[in-house]
């Protein structure tokens, strides 16, 4: 017989076993100007294996946010010197959203007066002093756990489930933010498309299939480093080639499909190679539609000269 109570207490155990093996990635920043408050939460967090960084004072915190970017929680005090935790809640609000790095307050003065204050401010949770070390805990897994979340759903919605690149809406609104604002003289604009890919598929089934089109995109990442590398749909790919002349965006995309007809894919039980065709275009235009739409000229001529080229 075991209790109901038992079963449920092995999950959250499991549950804290997990969190806690998790947490070693998490940086936490304690900002307060007493040191036994400081040690005293440092404590807290340690024991939950939270790495931890301490600040005296808001300017302080500001610098360490700066040059420690794997922060990702500010448990900050009200009473400081120089400036007041609410004032470093501003502060950090001008650059950092609620779901890119929480902020705890914790504050001397009863929660019932500064609770509303904090949280107007952008703090996405407060606590009183003194606190139950477990209200404490439940207070920071919950709201690691929101941003967590909202950092998987906001990856899912701008990334391709497959290659993991980025999708096609992604690259629609970023493409389109950075054609209009940038000065875009010196890019250009490719769609890649694989040389007939329906016949991989065919021949060698559609995981093979996924396989190349994984393989491709590994490919194209390493290749376009620091340029915008999408997934634009099936086995098509597109790029937003910047700060780099005509002659040097045909050189990098001519050098890719080379690379590519010469490489050995791996995939179940066979190697194989696939080629691909491309249609690029000098962007001279602010409107990205009309972009693709030359583009994809380039390409449809690309595939009518016999594949395995580049046209502009
Ligand atoms: P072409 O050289 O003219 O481009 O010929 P193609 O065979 O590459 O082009 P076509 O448009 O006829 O076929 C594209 C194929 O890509 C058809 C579709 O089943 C396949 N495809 C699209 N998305 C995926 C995917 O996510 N996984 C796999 N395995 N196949 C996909
Ligand atoms: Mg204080
Ligand atoms: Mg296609
Ligand atoms: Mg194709």
Do not use: W
Request: glycine share 4%; with cysteine.
């Amino acid at each position: 017989y075991i209790a109901a109570e038992t079963i449920h207490s092995f999950d959250y155990i499991a549950k804290l076993l997990l969190r806690l093996k998790h947490n070693r990635d998490i940086r936490i920043l304690i900002v307060d100007d007493a040191l036994s408050a400081r040690n005293y939460l440092k404590k807290l967090l340690l024991r939950h294996n939270f790495k931890v960084s301490e600040a005296s004072d808001g300017a302080e915190a500001l610098a360490l946010l700066e040059n420690q970017p794997d922060i990702k929680m500010v448990v900050t005090d009200q009473t400081m010197p120089n400036m007041t935790g609410i004032e470093l809640v501003q502060k950090i609000r001008m650059q950092y959203s609620l779901e890119q790095l929480a902020i705890i307050a914790i504050s001397a003065t009863p929660k019932s007066i500064i609770a509303a204050r904090f949280l107007k401010n952008g703090a996405n949770d407060c606590l009183s002093k003194p606190f139950n070390p477990d209200e404490f805990y439940a207070r920071i897994f919950c709201n690691l756990e929101y941003i967590e979340h909202v950092a998987e759903v906001q990856f899912a919605a701008n990334h391709d489930y497959l290659t993991r690149l980025f999708n096609r809406r992604y690259f629609f609104e970023r493409a389109g933010e950075i054609t209009q604002h940038d000065n875009i003289s010196n890019s250009a604009l490719a769609i890649i498309d694989l040389d007939h890919f329906k016949q991989i598929n065919d021949q060698y089934g559609h995981d093979a299939g996924d396989s190349v089109l994984r393989q491709t995109a590994q490919r194209l990442e390493s290749h376009f480093r620091g340029n915008l590398v999408a997934r634009f749909g099936g086995e098509e790919f597109c790029i937003l080639l910047q700060q780099m002349s005509p002659d040097e965006a045909l050189g990098r995309l001519e050098f890719f499909i080379h690379h590519l007809e010469h490489f050995e894919m791996e995939i179940p039980n066979n190697s194989i190679s696939i080629t691909a065709s491309v249609g690029f275009t000098v962007c001279q235009s602010n409107e990205l539609e009309k972009l693709i739409k030359q583009a994809d000229i380039a390409l449809y001529q690309a595939k009518n000269n016999g594949r395995n080229q580049v046209v502009e």
